[in-house]
């Protein structure tokens, strides 16, 4: 079965660093991996999937297959950013599988 | 609609109760999903439904659990003879197959408490 594993429930950076929000995997088939994000009252949404080899808000996430992890990153963190990040993957069932969430605070 | 209602959005019942959460997903959205999520965790998979039929039931934690999506569009997850440790935020969401699927767009959820 899948799995999905962020290691960090929380994350503190201050405006303007980088961050870095780690994901790993364990799938013995092709996944498709996700970021999905949850900013404070509002529901939970995409953020990024990685065959969209896409940046948005400034995040960036790169699938390393032989390392089996999608970490998410940006190089200037801003305030809007805090929220409750999670990676999610999608198996050849279609079955969606999450991790247990990195709550990412940017202080100002 | 719009996007993904579920009702009731909070709900509060007494251990032993019968509840019944309902989701009603985007307009031509073949794929329905429910999630629990408790304080502090990611969303913990319950089913997958492509179509009318349940495509993945192996997250229901055991046999008071029951969805049904009978006519391919509306779902409802049944809980019989609640416990305390049922209370959580359970999460709906839905996508459609071809170009752009596999992207869950959620409801606001349905919180339920066991007292």
């Known amino acids: 079965a899948q799995r999905v594993t962020q290691p960090e429930k929380l994350l503190s950076v201050f405006k303007g660093a980088p961050v870095e929000l780690k994901c790993n995997y364990s799938y013995s088939g092709s996944p498709e991996l996700f970021w999905y994000v949850q900013y404070s009252r509002q529901r939970l949404q995409l953020l990024l999937r990685h065959i969209s080899r896409e940046s948005i808000k400034g995040f960036t996430a790169d699938l390393n297959k032989g390392e089996t992890s999608f970490h998410l990153k940006k190089p200037f963190a801003q305030e809007e950013d805090s929220a409750m990040y999670y990676c999610?993957?999608?198996?050849?069932?279609?079955?969606?599988?999450f991790g247990a969430g990195t709550r990412l605070t940017v202080k100002p | 609609g719009a996007g993904v209602s579920q009702t009731p959005s909070n709900k509060v019942t007494e251990k032993g109760k019968y509840v019944e959460l309902r989701c009603d997903p985007i307009s031509g959205h073949t794929a329905l999903y429910w999630y629990r999520q408790s304080l502090g965790q990611g969303p913990e998979f319950l089913i997958y439904f492509q179509g009318t039929g349940a495509a993945d039931d192996s997250g229901l934690p055991n046999d008071r659990f029951f969805a049904v999506r009978p006519e391919g569009s509306v779902s409802t997850l049944k809980i019989q003879r609640t416990e305390r440790g049922d209370s959580a935020v359970y999460l709906c969401?839905?996508?459609?197959?071809?170009?752009?699927?596999?992207?869950?767009?959620f409801g606001a959820g349905s919180r339920l408490t066991v007292l």
């Open positions: 969401a839905s996508s459609r197959t071809g170009i752009g699927a596999n992207v869950l767009t």
């Open positions: 999610a993957l999608r198996d050849n069932n279609n079955d969606m599988r």
